[in-house]
């Protein structure tokens, strides 16, 4: 029997905003411009000198796409001292590295030179292609176009980000709609060899939301679209399930290779109703395979150089920590 490998990382999520100015129908990670609508800068300190302390080596980055198009947004922002969300960002991910986690951003649509600005101060990035058909649910989401979106990934591969892209089941689209997504995902990697990770993403639906009573995918087909996905993208994509939002037990033997970034302090704020599995129940979710930690920015990459090399000392020392860890 073939020795199989999963992995996983130990992150914390840091949502920096929740103000976006898509308005997808099955989303409750977005809110209006209101108090509280920013993660202060205490607060993203906070989290990261408790999440380095607690061996956590990657600091997801998210915020609401384009909050700046949203009104009176500025009116929050400035305060801290910055005149865009990028420029808090930017910010942020400096402190991250300071304390010793690396930074991974998943920001929505960016442009090719705000990537390359944010590349310096990222071991990898990341952007839900989600589905290549024109669904219902993203009718007021002029970020969520298809070549909008396979567009950025160019820009990305032409950058050398290691990046992470995904599906999103049960949306809307058929499962010729996944394959159509899975074959563009693999002419972009084909290209520019950056895909590291694909996540096969189940949609949860959301009490208030537009699709709060939509059918959810079953594990059969969840299962066929990894075993699709498996069929269709090279070897060197790893394919990676939210362990916390299914049957992810029953879904390893299909062809999944990793559990993604998980956390022992921070909540999965766009599904907060689904709790992190503990380290021991990655454990038997992986079943027989071997559960491995990984860092955000995969060895393949560390090895071809694709970071800034200022954090090289950084990924040095965290790729020697979760060699350790991992025995």
């Given at each position: 029997?073939?020795?199989?490998v999963?992995t996983f990382s130990?992150?914390?999520?840091?949502?920096?905003?929740?103000?976006?100015?898509?308005r997808?129908?099955?989303?409750?990670?977005?809110?209006p411009?209101?108090?509280g609508?920013?993660?202060?800068?205490?607060?993203?300190e906070?989290?990261l000198?408790?999440?380095?302390a607690?061996g956590?080596t990657?600091?997801l980055?998210?915020?609401?796409?384009?909050?700046?198009?949203?009104?009176?947004?500025?009116?929050?922002?400035?305060p801290?001292?910055?005149?865009?969300i990028l420029d808090y960002?930017?910010?942020m991910?400096?402190?991250?590295?300071g304390y010793?986690v690396?930074?991974?951003?998943?920001?929505?649509?960016?442009?090719?030179e705000?990537?390359?600005?944010?590349?310096?101060v990222?071991?990898s990035?990341?952007?839900?292609l989600?589905t290549?058909?024109?669904?219902p649910?993203?009718a007021t989401s002029?970020?969520k176009?298809?070549e909008?979106?396979?567009?950025?990934?160019?820009?990305?591969g032409r950058l050398?980000i290691?990046?992470?892209?995904?599906?999103?089941l049960?949306?809307?689209?058929?499962?010729?709609?996944?394959?159509?997504?899975?074959?563009a995902?693999?002419?972009?990697?084909?290209?520019h060899k950056?895909?590291?990770?694909?996540?096969?993403?189940?949609?949860?639906p959301?009490p208030?939301?537009?699709m709060a009573?939509?059918?959810?995918?079953?594990?059969?087909?969840?299962?066929a679209?990894?075993r699709l996905?498996?069929?269709?993208l090279?070897?060197?994509?790893a394919?990676?399930i939210?362990?916390n939002l299914?049957?992810a037990?029953s879904?390893i033997p299909?062809?999944v290779?990793?559990l993604?970034?998980?956390s022992?302090?921070t909540i999965?704020?766009?599904n907060?109703?689904h709790?992190?599995p503990?380290?021991e129940?990655?454990?038997?979710?992986?079943g027989?395979?071997e559960?491995k930690e990984?860092?955000?920015?995969?060895p393949?990459y560390?090895e071809?150089g694709w970071?800034?090399?200022?954090?090289?000392?950084?990924?040095?020392?965290l790729?020697?920590t979760?060699?350790v860890?991992?025995?």
């Amino acid at each position: 029997m073939q020795h199989r490998v999963i992995t996983f990382s130990k992150n914390v999520f840091l949502p920096l905003t929740t103000v976006c100015r898509n308005r997808c129908g099955y989303c409750c990670f977005r809110t209006p411009v209101m108090e509280g609508c920013l993660l202060k800068k205490e607060e993203v300190e906070t989290t990261l000198h408790h999440g380095a302390a607690m061996g956590c080596t990657e600091a997801l980055f998210t915020f609401g796409e384009r909050p700046e198009e949203e009104p009176g947004f500025g009116k929050y922002l400035e305060p801290l001292g910055y005149s865009t969300i990028l420029d808090y960002c930017e910010a942020m991910c400096r402190k991250s590295i300071g304390y010793g986690v690396l930074p991974h951003t998943n920001a929505g649509i960016l442009t090719f030179e705000e990537m390359e600005r944010l590349r310096a101060v990222n071991a990898s990035m990341g952007l839900m292609l989600e589905t290549t058909a024109r669904i219902p649910a993203h009718a007021t989401s002029k970020g969520k176009e298809p070549e909008v979106r396979l567009a950025m990934m160019e820009d990305a591969g032409r950058l050398k980000i290691p990046f992470t892209t995904g599906l999103l089941l049960g949306i809307g689209e058929t499962m010729a709609d996944r394959e159509e997504s899975l074959y563009a995902i693999r002419d972009l990697h084909r290209r520019h060899k950056h895909i590291q990770e694909i996540i096969i993403q189940n949609f949860c639906p959301k009490p208030g939301t537009p699709m709060a009573n939509q059918p959810v995918p079953t594990t059969v087909e969840i299962c066929a679209t990894i075993r699709l996905a498996r069929e269709i993208l090279p070897r060197d994509i790893a394919i990676q399930i939210p362990p916390n939002l299914l049957d992810a037990a029953s879904l390893i033997p299909c062809g999944v290779d990793d559990l993604g970034g998980v956390s022992p302090l921070t909540i999965d704020y766009v599904n907060p109703e689904h709790p992190w599995p503990a380290f021991e129940e990655l454990k038997m979710i992986a079943g027989e395979a071997e559960l491995k930690e990984r860092l955000c920015i995969y060895p393949q990459y560390i090895e071809r150089g694709w970071y800034h090399p200022d954090l090289q000392p950084l990924i040095n020392r965290l790729e020697q920590t979760v060699k350790v860890r991992s025995g």
